[in-house]
């Protein structure tokens, strides 16, 4: 099976959790219009796999077309009669479907193009960015001419937000044209600087499932290394108002806020909370670190790669977004300037490194509210089951201040400490 045929079968599972959202685009006459004559080119598409006996992608496909158009008669007559299952992997069969169908991926492709662009003012965005994500599964190349021209003249109105939303979809796709990938990635950055300082805007990870919120700070430019710092929210899982709050006033630091599982106590029914569906919640809920931690790592390495991020980052995290900065301070001391666990949990280290100069280095100043109603019922045992595992294990710098306030994310203490573990002035 070719490459192409292969992403284009997988892409059918793809589409089903990136179109998942907490509502629905408002239609106008065009994009009901629109999502019938795409429905007509998946009705074609699903022929030319029954008939290579790809009969499981046939009904996938069947499906997408009545998700589309729930009244679409040939569809639905199309569905009633496919009474086979599975999918053949005969090389020859796949070889004439990928052939026999691209005229009519390549149109279906072009539907869903000016479906994101009919309803890219929707709000919701999850699934209007879907759609231009389909496109790409169905007709990779013709999809990317139709981004080139597009996101051009996005750029050159200044549609930043519109841009970047096209572009970051664009990027999950590599379509080997390295001078276009160069001059989107210029334009992304553009955007991303353009959008974030003003307000945080939430990112998809190229090379992992995590998203992301985002705040670059005033100023940047790719000229120069930027510290990146991580500020992780605690159950509220308001992680966008966790990167506001960090990122206020901000002139030296890149600020990150990662949408995580294990700062909160359940993922039950959470979904509208998160920028992810309900199954991938319950996917994750009983080994959430296994997503978490894997997933900041291939933050910070797109936010090096692409915004001239610090190697190392410095990070705070607010309450139960302590259990990942722990995670950091134990398994990747050598990762980690400074942290800052602010009310915080910790409910224990699977590993611990076994860098000892990066333990001895690393900087962790825990603050903790005196009238917090957790403190002595729950936090306190809890810093210092850190503390003397901390201590066990070679950490020369882990202390913790008690300060006026109540459950707080401690904000201005974590910038202090950061300035300071980077050498930094506060007034610029």
């Known amino acids: 099976m070719t490459r192409t045929l292969r992403f284009a079968l997988a892409a059918l599972v793809l589409f089903a959790f990136a179109t998942h959202s907490s509502g629905e685009p408002t239609d106008t006459a065009n994009s009901t219009k629109l999502k019938s004559l795409i429905a007509d080119e998946l009705v074609d598409i699903a022929g030319k796999a029954e008939d290579s006996k790809l009969f499981d992608t046939a009904a996938k496909l069947l499906d997408e077309a009545l998700g589309l158009a729930p009244d679409h008669r040939k569809a639905a007559k ?11 992997d005969d090389a020859e069969a796949l070889a004439t479907y990928e052939k026999k169908s691209e005229k009519y991926r390549k149109k279906a492709a072009l539907g869903y193009c000016g479906l994101f662009d009919e309803l890219s003012g929707d709000k919701d965005t999850t699934t209007v960015d879907a759609w231009l994500e389909r496109a790409y599964q169905l007709h990779a190349a013709e999809t990317d ?9 996005g750029l050159s109105g200044k549609k930043y937000q519109l841009v970047y939303r096209m572009l970051g979809v664009a990027a999950r796709f590599d379509t080997g044209d390295e001078s276009r990938k160069t001059a989107r990635e210029k334009a992304f950055r553009e955007c991303v600087a353009a959008l974030s300082v003003k307000k945080p805007i939430l990112m998809k990870c190229r ?7 985002l705040s670059m700070p005033e100023g940047w430019t790719m000229d120069k290394e930027w510290p990146i710092v991580v500020a992780q929210e605690g159950a509220g899982s308001n992680f966008e108002g966790m990167n506001r709050a960090a990122a206020k006033d901000n002139k030296w630091f ?3 806020t990662c949408c995580t599982f294990s700062n909160t106590n359940s993922l039950d029914g959470q979904a509208k909370k998160y920028p992810y569906p309900q199954e991938f919640l319950d996917k994750w809920s009983g080994n959430r670190l296994e997503f978490d931690a ?16 610090s190697e190392n980052i410095c990070i705070t995290g607010y309450s139960g977004g302590g259990i990942l900065t722990w995670h950091m301070v134990f398994k990747h001391p050598d990762k ?16 611990v490194s076994d860098d000892a100069e990066a333990k001895k280095k690393i900087i962790v100043h825990a603050y903790q509210g005196d009238k917090d109603g957790y403190k002595e019922s729950m936090l306190d045992g809890q810093w210092e089951a850190a503390k003397k595992l901390a201590d066990a294990n070679g950490y020369e710098h882990v202390t913790r201040d008690i300060i006026p306030g109540g459950h707080i994310a401690c904000h201005s203490e974590a910038r202090k400490v950061f300035l300071e573990a980077w050498g930094l002035s506060d007034d610029g």
């Open 294 to 309: 894997p997933g900041l790592l291939a933050v910070m390495k797109e936010v090096r790669e692409l915004y001239n991020g």
């Open 78 to 88: 199309a569905k009633d009669k496919l009474k086979e299952t599975g999918d053949t």
């Open 145 to 153: 001419d139709w981004v080139e021209k597009e996101y051009k003249s």
């Open 254 to 256: 890149i600020v990150i």
């Open 207 to 213: 090379d992992h499932d995590m998203c992301y919120y």
């Open 336 to 351: 980690v300037v400074a942290a800052v666990p602010a009310c915080a949990n910790f409910a224990g280290a699977a590993e």
